[in-house]
């Protein structure tokens, strides 16, 4: 027992633990070093995630398989049943991941989110309407998110011209607050949608927002990673400027960035990234918001190690979370995006209080 | 006399209100200039849209003879360095990575430091007297350390200009007297021009060798300290009814004491 609490309090000291002086030599080294051991966490939680399920595997099968070098039974359990579900959560935990990261970045404030300020919202109604109007069901894995990313774009846009005004600085209080109304909106038409559905639209949609990761077909998931890379590669390139943006608009400006332009750039990365995944994961919005916060205790605010290291937080807790509804019987057939909302509201009550 | 910054008919305000609607100013490269005047008569508003923080409703700014409107932000940020009132930066910063950001617009990219990048941020660590606390996290510093750090930044951009807006709030005497005294040191070793907001009148004469006067929105009086600090002053800018003497260290004007005036 001792042993295991010495474990425990030195993994806290790695991930948590902070020093009031330190050269940037060591910042660094510390930083890279910490996210090495989120993307060991990550290879883990994924191992497990594939010896677990109706059919258990040893650890040494899975690596045999996963190189090559599996059975028949094998081959079919990691790749058609795990493997695709799993590269799904990892891949819809970066894109939330990073969105948050990008949006708490823009607005200085961390509860803001893909979900929280009704973008999320916005690409679902989307979605909805489509199913609702336009198609039976959805057999284009391209459609998805670009309808995800159309709907998103709009209820951003929308966020942007109610929330601001021109001649006049950006307010973040103001497009938050515009973006809860909005998303609220959004919500009450998407329900209001539903009752035109049948059966199994129903079915999908309810499931879809409940957050089901249901795009596991390996089409889909091929869309999801060539977007999120795109994406990804435009966020990581704009670190510096989101850093800037960080100190506040006032100093961005004075050093140099433009920040209507930047904002508005920057949130069209965040809303391509949390749409897409939105689109084949479903609602994980609980995910934009706690992965960056956990991330930013472990590397601190500068977004150029905050990008990745959201990223992998964020996968890390959504495969745990779909081995945990996949596995323990009392949670099946919870969908995986309920089940990380419901692990997130503990840890925010415990930020309320200690910020109380 | 050259000027750093010049604006001609410059227009600004929010929403539909117009909080300066004419103002014409050049302020003196290589000087001090302090803005006064009371609250809401526009000082903050005008050091604002000439550092492009809120955009201006008409006129033009321009800083070492071209307009601004026609200018890059990036090569403004090379030439003018501003700071706002009370900035607040994620404490998990150190200094060095606060004043690092002063190198922005020099940068590409990534944001990688070259040496000369990194040298100038340690010589605006030392000259600001924040060597030692250079990698020591901004959570753990005082106020006036802080508002030093600030200024660091400031410099490592390497302008001429520098803008601050009320850079002694909530700082007490010693940390006000500190950050000034600091800004008088670059303005006679750098020849950095400064233009600040201050509201501590007997401050702003004391370290500026001129000051600029607004009442409501316009220019009351631009000039040396002895020209603009005077009882008329304070009656037309402050409605206040001042006793002004000689201050008898630095010969220059200061408000011994004063009263409100009464409403006749």
């Excluded at chain 1, 329900?191 to 409940?210: G, H, K, N, P």
């Excluded at chain 1, 919005?285 to 605010?301: E, K, M």
């Excluded at chain 2, 709030?169 to 006679?188: A, F, I």
């Amino acid at each position: 027992m001792d042993r295991i609490g010495r474990i425990v309090a030195r993994a806290g000291r790695f991930f948590l633990g902070s020093r009031r002086e330190q050269t940037p030599a060591a910042r660094h080294k510390a930083r890279v070093m910490r996210i090495v051991a989120l993307a060991i966490l990550l290879l883990v939680v994924f191992l497990v995630g594939c010896c677990l399920g109706p059919y258990a595997l040893q650890i040494g099968d899975v690596v045999k398989t996963l190189l090559g070098q599996g059975t028949y039974k094998s081959n079919m359990v990691i790749f058609d049943f795990r493997l695709p579900r799993l590269c799904l959560a990892i891949l819809v935990g970066f894109g939330m991941g990073a969105s948050g990261v990008i949006m708490q970045g823009l607005l200085h404030n961390d509860l803001a989110s893909p979900g929280t300020l009704g973008v999320a919202d916005g690409s679902s109604l989307f979605v909805t309407l489509y199913v609702a109007l336009v198609s039976k069901q959805i057999d284009e894995p391209m459609l998805l998110p670009v309808l995800a990313l159309i709907g998103g774009l709009i209820s951003a846009g929308i966020i942007y011209l109610l929330g601001t005004k021109k001649g006049k600085p950006i307010s973040s209080t103001k497009l938050i607050m515009t973006g809860v109304a909005m998303g609220a909106c959004y919500g009450a038409v998407a329900t209001f949608a539903m009752y035109v559905l049948d059966e199994s639209q129903l079915e999908f949609i309810q499931r879809w927002q409940a957050g089901e990761l249901w795009g596991t077909e390996w089409q889909y998931i091929r869309v999801l990673f060539i977007w999120l890379v795109v994406f990804g590669f435009f966020a990581v390139r704009n670190a510096r400027i989101l850093n800037a943006i960080n100190l506040g608009y006032d100093i961005a400006t004075g050093l140099g960035v433009n920040v209507k332009l930047a904002f508005s750039g920057l949130a069209f990365l965040a809303v391509g990234m949390s749409s897409a995944s939105v689109a084949f994961g479903g609602n994980f919005f609980f995910l934009g918001l706690i992965g960056p916060h956990i991330a930013r205790r472990i590397v601190g605010s500068d977004t150029r190690y905050l990008l990745p290291a959201a990223g992998v937080t964020s996968s890390v807790i959504i495969v745990a979370a779909n081995i945990l509804v996949e596995n323990v019987e009392w949670f099946i057939n919870i969908p995986t995006g309920i089940f990380v909302s419901i692990l997130a509201v503990p840890y925010f009550l415990y930020l309320l209080m200690r910020a109380a | 006399m050259e000027h750093a910054i010049k604006t001609a008919h410059l227009a600004v305000g929010y929403d539909t209100v117009i909080i300066v609607p004419d103002f014409d100013i050049g302020f003196q490269k290589g000087k001090v200039t302090s803005i006064i005047g009371a609250n809401g008569c526009g000082k903050s508003t005008v050091l604002k849209a000439i550092g492009r923080i809120i955009p201006s409703a008409g006129g033009t700014v321009i800083i070492n003879d071209t307009d601004i409107a026609r200018m890059k932000n990036k090569d403004i940020a090379m030439q003018m360095a501003i700071l706002p009132q009370s900035p607040t930066a994620p404490g998990t910063l150190t200094c060095s990575e606060l004043v690092s950001y002063g190198r922005f617009p020099y940068q590409k990219g990534f944001g990688r430091m070259s040496k000369e990048d990194k040298e100038i941020v340690d010589w605006a660590l030392e000259v600001t007297n924040m060597g030692d606390f250079k990698n020591r996290e901004i959570a753990y510093l005082s106020g006036g350390q802080r508002q030093r750090v600030w200024i660091a930044m400031a410099l490592a951009q390497q302008t001429g200009i520098i803008l601050l807006d009320e850079p002694t709030t909530y700082l007490d005497l010693c940390h006000q007297l500190e950050v000034l005294e600091l800004l008088k040191e670059l303005n006679e070793k750098q020849h950095t021009t400064i233009v600040m907001v201050l509201h501590d009148l007997n401050l702003a004469s004391r370290y500026s060798d001129f000051l600029l006067a607004m009442q409501s929105g316009k220019v009351y009086a631009y000039g040396s300290p002895a020209q603009v600090f005077t009882p008329e002053m304070l009656k037309a800018c402050f409605q206040i009814d001042g006793e002004i003497v000689q201050d008898p260290r630095s010969g220059k004007p200061l408000c011994l004491s004063y009263d409100l005036l009464r409403k006749a």
